[in-house]
């Protein structure tokens, strides 16, 4: 069964820093193009970031300078490391793997908090 489990969520102080993990199975992680979504409450999922099994990173352009993709093909593990963190950060963090233009499996999700 294939699986893809975030973590790394919780609590952080505005413009403190959170580095979440996402490890898969069952899939060969080096062929795939990995990435990060969120969705605040009452919002939509938005994408955040995405690295592909060549390293080439896309970013959405308000994320990027605080947000860093990154990934351990060894570890079969993905990074998100979010730096300068606001109040709206504040989501549902998912971790996404696909082959061609659109993520085909999806992770559960960990929740991430910007609160004083």
């Known amino acids: 069964q294939i699986k893809v489990v975030e973590s790394g969520g919780g609590l952080a102080r505005p413009g403190g820093s959170l580095r979440l993990s996402c490890v898969t199975s069952q899939i060969t992680f080096s062929l795939y193009t990995m990435g990060w979504y969120r969705q605040a409450p009452g919002k939509e999922r938005e994408f955040i970031a995405s690295?592909?099994?060549?390293?080439?990173?896309s970013y959405q352009t308000s994320l990027k300078g605080r947000f860093a993709v990154s990934r351990d093909n060894s570890k079969n593990t993905l990074y998100l490391q979010m730096n300068n963190l606001k109040p709206e950060d504040t989501a549902v963090y998912y971790c996404?793997?696909?082959?061609?233009?659109?993520?085909?499996?999806w992770g559960q999700g960990t929740q991430v908090t910007v609160s004083s």
């Open positions: 690295i592909t099994s060549g390293e080439t990173t």
């Open positions: 996404v793997a696909g082959l061609g233009t659109q993520p085909n499996y």
